[in-house]
């Protein structure tokens, strides 16, 4: 396990993947894409934090070997409680002004991207910023995921979680991800971040890539963490008094929320203006919905 680096030197950008029992697993040769892509780029500005949960099945002394020769990389091996735990905890040990969460089975969409964004982030010092996700096929062949608007956020998430940089002081602030959701504690994040007015940038580069596999791919394991997202967010809403995870779960399946709930999110005091932009996109699509018919689910 290598030792923190000297504070004065601290890198720009903290790219943190959370590991388990990557052997027992088969994920090994995945694995070795994640290390060679941080390799290529090549960005002295970035550090890749390894963020295990402990492994048992010789995963640790696999990434020993595997880092042992890379650049500006950590390795931290301790219990965690699940996914979002590990990302908690390689967000505190991170040194970097940003925080970057890159899956175990992912890759960074270009050789260079590292040091694009490390421009973008020093010139404007957003408090996040966001891209775009390439996603590749088991045939080779790739697609990028273009529905990247703000303006989804009351509806899901407008981009990968792979793809947002976010200011590690802000993830604190915010208590990073909130370990009772499985799948939508990223969803639940961005929710809170734009709710709290921090304000971010996008750029059209596409930031990471991962394969369309894994538990998200499930839309209702998906359908019933954003429910439970909503459930606490709405918590005390007059207007969601009445209303359960299960009503959640239909908003969800058919894209769109009562326009009572809306309005009294649209018309409440000290909502920021990235909410009010969401929540009239929202309105929109609830009433352009409502006469349709043959949405129904």
Same mark, same amino acid.
């Given at each position: ?22 052997? &027992?697993?088969?994920?090994?040769? &995945?694995?070795?894409? !994640? ?68 899956? &175990?089975?992912?890759?960074?969409? &270009? ?45 899901? /998430? ?24 499985? !799948? ?24 990471? /890539? ?9 839309? !209702? ?9 909503? /459930? ?58 409502? !006469? ?6």
């Amino acid at each position: 396990m290598s030792a923190s680096p000297d504070k004065t030197d601290a890198p720009l950008i903290s790219v943190i993947t959370a590991t388990y029992n990557l052997l &027992s697993q088969g994920r090994q040769d &995945s694995f070795r894409e !994640v290390i060679d892509c941080m390799a290529r780029q090549g960005c002295a500005r970035a550090e890749h934090i390894i963020q295990d949960g402990a492994s048992t099945d010789g995963t640790v002394e696999f990434l020993q070997e595997l880092t042992a020769d890379a650049p500006r990389t950590r390795l931290i091996s301790e219990p965690d409680s699940g996914l979002y735990d590990a990302m908690n905890k390689g967000a505190q040990a991170a040194c970097g002004e940003y925080l970057l969460f890159l899956n &175990s089975d992912d890759s960074l969409a &270009s050789d260079d991207i590292l040091s694009t964004v490390a421009d973008r982030l020093e010139a404007a010092q957003p408090d996040f910023l966001y891209g775009s996700t390439l996603r590749r096929y088991e045939d080779g062949s790739e697609t990028r995921e273009k529905r990247m608007s703000l303006t989804a956020i009351l509806q899901r /998430m407008p981009f990968c979680h792979n793809s947002v940089l976010l200011k590690r002081d802000v993830f604190l602030a915010l208590g990073g991800h909130d370990t009772q959701f499985r !799948v939508a504690a990223d969803y639940d994040l961005m929710l809170r971040l734009l709710t709290e007015g921090y304000q971010g940038e996008r750029t059209d580069e596409p930031i990471s /890539m991962f394969w369309g596999r894994g538990v998200t791919s499930d839309i !209702v394991i998906t359908a019933e963490d954003y429910a439970r997202v909503w /459930m606490k967010y709405y918590d005390g809403f007059k207007a969601a008094q009445d209303l359960t995870q299960e009503d959640f779960f239909r908003f969800f399946r058919r894209g769109h929320m009562p326009v009572p709930l809306i309005l009294e999110r649209l018309s409440k005091p000290g909502t920021s203006d990235a909410i009010k932009a969401a929540a009239r996109h929202s309105l929109w699509k609830t009433m352009r919905r409502s !006469v349709q018919f043959w949405r129904s689910f």
